[in-house]
């Protein structure tokens, strides 16, 4: 993961085995997504907020960080970059059933929750915006062990930037301006990725600001802004790589606004049909960024159909099976409630 | 005027819409509340009934929900303000505690703020930690607040007119769970039930259990249980956790010597811990047994299904505390 030269467009030097995955990934994240729908409707789970259309964002911008090593704050909505980070739809199903020996939480947190101390993925509230001060100071303990010499800055073993993302509604919350400002003035190595689907659950973009691209507010806290279609996994590959060039090089923060459409209602506990016109919504599935993203590799030969044909076999071999094995786990063992509330007694404090 | 069986949900509707078509200040904004009707559609066709300019869809921003109010309030109109779910309100705390609350006496009541925050409130259905409070009682803890919590659909019309009524800042909770349970409700536009007066829902002897929202219904089952094997319980709805009616639980109190306290919300300075405290300050010579108290557990409320229910009050542990206490 070194720096490599300047260039508008890295996506370019992309092999083909590396395209593959990308599209994998993105269909993966979309067939797992898909039956998540599907246990909601058949009332075996209790709850499901979707990455429907989001898909390409994530796994543009999970492919152009230090996988596993950068840290990421995600939202509710990063199924497909918590995947690209090694978060398996096994895992993702065991959340939904709430079972034993669940990754994130231990069955603690609601699904789409993800947190793992392996992959640097740190655990989000169901209260929005609220990952990104924390986001912030992730950033800050990069920048503050660099700067005191607690690790070296072509230590590739260690975080050298953190990633965060949030919906465009949630950033007309005050923790988002208050963040951004703090990763401005101490020029931080921060990501922040909005995903822009212009509806806020139901209220749309226009009622939300009175400007037409969230990173028109860059400027105000000193960051680098860009907005880029997020509909287009190459293109938000190469936006992204930019950002954690500058990043990795203690160049300052980038908010990078990636423009998508929500193919689904906000969660399961709503109906966008009361809000959103059936148009709209048709007009929206035109940029399915998984489709468009098959177009180019088939176009450009780097998929055959069969191998289209291939991963659209696995993925449903992979979801059918993760889906069975966490229907018929068990769930916590009962005496586990109390775990982790506090540290364990600390004999040299007294406690 | 007759009585008419309604959802808790549509009662609500019928207090915010009557106090809207009395008074031309009263407004409503938060998130959701107008295109979609409201997140738990209790404002269902007002965006149509009454516009744009007194229903106002919000950005996702607590902060300027609450703050906003507490502005437009000072400045004369009467705002009802709705935050989604109450566990949301900790992002706008500054603006309800510092502001909401104290404003008036801060300015030495040279400024009112006659609002009403409206929030959807209460555990269960696996929404987990960040998601599940019932923390009335931490709003109940500031002096300069009203906190009220309707247990049924009347209670709900009656507390809500109120609110909307009152010069003084009003946190009005609404327990998700009891949003669609039906029961009578008056239709009468002036039904009111005043600020502060708590209820008996069930009269008896030999117990007095104090609760309020969604205790009571937990509390009520208890009773009709133990009435069978002979314990006549008497239930105490506070309705509002400030002002509190201290004279009916201590009236009930003199009268049983005996007191179970029942909540949603976490055992540690909760309501179950000022209840105790005002027992034993004011009744210790009518004390047969200590107060016991029925809370959820003392932790984060878990996700997957079976711990979420251990960590919940439920009938079966109101029984239980009204055993040890007879």
Same mark, same amino acid.
């Given at each position: 993961m070194n720096a490599t030269p300047a260039l508008d467009t890295p996506s370019q030097l992309l092999s083909p085995e590396a395209l593959k995955e990308m599209y994998w990934l993105m269909l993966l994240a979309r067939r797992t997504d898909e039956r998540a729908w599907v246990l909601h409707r058949q009332g075996k789970i209790a709850f499901h907020i979707s990455g429907m259309g989001h898909e390409a964002v994530q796994v543009g911008a999970a492919c152009a960080i230090h996988r596993g090593v950068d840290y990421v704050h995600p939202y509710y909505r990063d199924l497909a970059l918590v995947l690209a980070l090694g978060v398996t739809p096994r895992d993702f199903m065991f959340s939904l059933f709430g079972? =034993?020996?669940?990754? #994130? #939480?231990g069955a603690r947190q609601m699904p789409s929750h993800w947190s793992a101390r392996k992959y640097n993925l740190v655990s989000s509230s169901s209260v929005v915006a609220t990952q990104v001060p924390q986001a912030a100071g992730l950033a800050f303990a990069i920048k503050y062990k660099r700067d005191h010499g607690l690790i070296q800055a072509d230590d590739f073993s260690q975080p050298r930037c953190a990633i965060t993302c949030l919906g465009?509604? #949630?950033? #007309?919350?005050?923790e988002w301006h208050e963040g951004m400002n703090w990763a401005g003035v101490h020029d931080l190595p921060l990501i922040c990725i909005v995903q822009n689907n212009n509806y806020a659950i139901s209220v749309p973009f226009e009622k939300q600001m009175?400007? =037409?691209?969230?990173?028109? =507010?860059?400027n105000a806290y000193g960051v680098h802004g860009i907005t880029v279609n997020g509909s287009d996994v190459l293109a938000m590959y190469d936006a992204m790589k930019a950002a954690v060039h500058r990043a990795y090089r203690g160049e300052g923060a980038t908010l990078i606004e990636a423009k998508c459409h929500r193919l689904t209602p906000h969660s399961s506990d709503d109906d966008d049909r009361t809000y959103r016109s059936r148009e709209e919504l048709e007009e929206a599935k035109r940029f399915d960024p998984i489709m468009s993203f098959a177009q180019v590799l088939l176009g450009r030969g780097v998929m055959s159909t069969a191998e289209q044909q291939e991963f659209e076999a696995k993925a449903m071999e992979i979801v059918n099976t993760a889906h069975r094995e966490a229907e018929s786990a068990p769930y916590p063992d009962e005496h586990t409630i109390y775990d982790h509330i506090y540290a364990p007694i600390n004999h040299e404090s007294g406690r | 005027m007759a009585d008419k069986v309604l959802p808790m949900r549509e009662a609500l509707r019928n207090a915010l819409r009557e106090e809207m078509i009395r008074d031309e200040r009263v407004y409503v904004m938060g998130q959701e509340v107008g295109a979609w009707d409201g997140t738990h559609k209790v404002t269902r066709g007002f965006l149509e009934e009454f516009g744009a300019r007194r229903v106002r869809d919000t950005p996702i921003s607590e902060m300027v929900i609450a703050g906003a109010a507490v502005g437009s309030a000072m400045a004369g109109l009467r705002p009802v303000a709705e &935050?989604?779910? &109450?566990?949301?309100a900790f992002v706008g705390m500054d603006a309800i505690i510092n502001h909401m609350a104290k404003v008036r006496y801060m300015f030495n009541g040279q400024f009112k703020v006659p609002m009403v925050l409206r929030c959807a409130t209460g555990w269960g259905n696996q929404a987990t930690a960040t998601h599940s409070h019932t923390p009335e009682p931490i709003f109940a803890h500031f002096p300069g607040l009203y906190v009220g919590m309707p247990s049924n659909a009347r209670d709900a019309k009656g507390m809500l007119k109120a609110a909307i009524r009152d010069d003084n800042p009003v946190l009005f909770s609404e327990v998700i769970a009891l949003y669609p349970k039906p029961g009578p409700v008056p239709e009468d536009p002036d039904f009111v039930l005043p600020i502060g007066k708590g209820d008996i829902k069930r009269p008896g002897k030999d117990v007095t259990i104090v609760s309020f929202g969604r205790g009571v219904e937990w509390s009520l089952d208890a009773a009709a249980a133990l009435e069978k094997e002979g314990v006549d319980c008497e239930v105490v709805d506070v309705r509002w956790l400030r002002p509190l009616d201290t004279a009916l639980i201590f009236e009930s109190f003199k009268k049983t010597n005996r007191c179970v306290v029942v909540e949603e919300s976490l055992p540690y300075y909760s309501f179950g811990s000022e209840i105790a405290a005002q027992i034993q300050e004011h009744m210790f010579d009518y004390m047969d047994a200590p107060v016991k108290r029925v809370s959820a557990m003392d932790v984060p409320l878990p996700y997957a299904r079976d711990i979420e229910l251990m960590a919940l009050p439920n009938v079966q542990k109101v029984i239980a505390a009204v055993k040890e206490v007879i």
């Amino acid at each position: 993961m070194n720096a490599t030269p300047a260039l508008d467009t890295p996506s370019q030097l992309l092999s083909p085995e590396a395209l593959k995955e990308m599209y994998w990934l993105m269909l993966l994240a979309r067939r797992t997504d898909e039956r998540a729908w599907v246990l909601h409707r058949q009332g075996k789970i209790a709850f499901h907020i979707s990455g429907m259309g989001h898909e390409a964002v994530q796994v543009g911008a999970a492919c152009a960080i230090h996988r596993g090593v950068d840290y990421v704050h995600p939202y509710y909505r990063d199924l497909a970059l918590v995947l690209a980070l090694g978060v398996t739809p096994r895992d993702f199903m065991f959340s939904l059933f709430g079972k =034993r020996g669940e990754l #994130s #939480s231990g069955a603690r947190q609601m699904p789409s929750h993800w947190s793992a101390r392996k992959y640097n993925l740190v655990s989000s509230s169901s209260v929005v915006a609220t990952q990104v001060p924390q986001a912030a100071g992730l950033a800050f303990a990069i920048k503050y062990k660099r700067d005191h010499g607690l690790i070296q800055a072509d230590d590739f073993s260690q975080p050298r930037c953190a990633i965060t993302c949030l919906g465009e509604g #949630s950033t #007309s919350q005050g923790e988002w301006h208050e963040g951004m400002n703090w990763a401005g003035v101490h020029d931080l190595p921060l990501i922040c990725i909005v995903q822009n689907n212009n509806y806020a659950i139901s209220v749309p973009f226009e009622k939300q600001m009175n400007i =037409r691209s969230v990173a028109d =507010r860059a400027n105000a806290y000193g960051v680098h802004g860009i907005t880029v279609n997020g509909s287009d996994v190459l293109a938000m590959y190469d936006a992204m790589k930019a950002a954690v060039h500058r990043a990795y090089r203690g160049e300052g923060a980038t908010l990078i606004e990636a423009k998508c459409h929500r193919l689904t209602p906000h969660s399961s506990d709503d109906d966008d049909r009361t809000y959103r016109s059936r148009e709209e919504l048709e007009e929206a599935k035109r940029f399915d960024p998984i489709m468009s993203f098959a177009q180019v590799l088939l176009g450009r030969g780097v998929m055959s159909t069969a191998e289209q044909q291939e991963f659209e076999a696995k993925a449903m071999e992979i979801v059918n099976t993760a889906h069975r094995e966490a229907e018929s786990a068990p769930y916590p063992d009962e005496h586990t409630i109390y775990d982790h509330i506090y540290a364990p007694i600390n004999h040299e404090s007294g406690r | 005027m007759a009585d008419k069986v309604l959802p808790m949900r549509e009662a609500l509707r019928n207090a915010l819409r009557e106090e809207m078509i009395r008074d031309e200040r009263v407004y409503v904004m938060g998130q959701e509340v107008g295109a979609w009707d409201g997140t738990h559609k209790v404002t269902r066709g007002f965006l149509e009934e009454f516009g744009a300019r007194r229903v106002r869809d919000t950005p996702i921003s607590e902060m300027v929900i609450a703050g906003a109010a507490v502005g437009s309030a000072m400045a004369g109109l009467r705002p009802v303000a709705e &935050i989604m779910t &109450i566990n949301f309100a900790f992002v706008g705390m500054d603006a309800i505690i510092n502001h909401m609350a104290k404003v008036r006496y801060m300015f030495n009541g040279q400024f009112k703020v006659p609002m009403v925050l409206r929030c959807a409130t209460g555990w269960g259905n696996q929404a987990t930690a960040t998601h599940s409070h019932t923390p009335e009682p931490i709003f109940a803890h500031f002096p300069g607040l009203y906190v009220g919590m309707p247990s049924n659909a009347r209670d709900a019309k009656g507390m809500l007119k109120a609110a909307i009524r009152d010069d003084n800042p009003v946190l009005f909770s609404e327990v998700i769970a009891l949003y669609p349970k039906p029961g009578p409700v008056p239709e009468d536009p002036d039904f009111v039930l005043p600020i502060g007066k708590g209820d008996i829902k069930r009269p008896g002897k030999d117990v007095t259990i104090v609760s309020f929202g969604r205790g009571v219904e937990w509390s009520l089952d208890a009773a009709a249980a133990l009435e069978k094997e002979g314990v006549d319980c008497e239930v105490v709805d506070v309705r509002w956790l400030r002002p509190l009616d201290t004279a009916l639980i201590f009236e009930s109190f003199k009268k049983t010597n005996r007191c179970v306290v029942v909540e949603e919300s976490l055992p540690y300075y909760s309501f179950g811990s000022e209840i105790a405290a005002q027992i034993q300050e004011h009744m210790f010579d009518y004390m047969d047994a200590p107060v016991k108290r029925v809370s959820a557990m003392d932790v984060p409320l878990p996700y997957a299904r079976d711990i979420e229910l251990m960590a919940l009050p439920n009938v079966q542990k109101v029984i239980a505390a009204v055993k040890e206490v007879i």
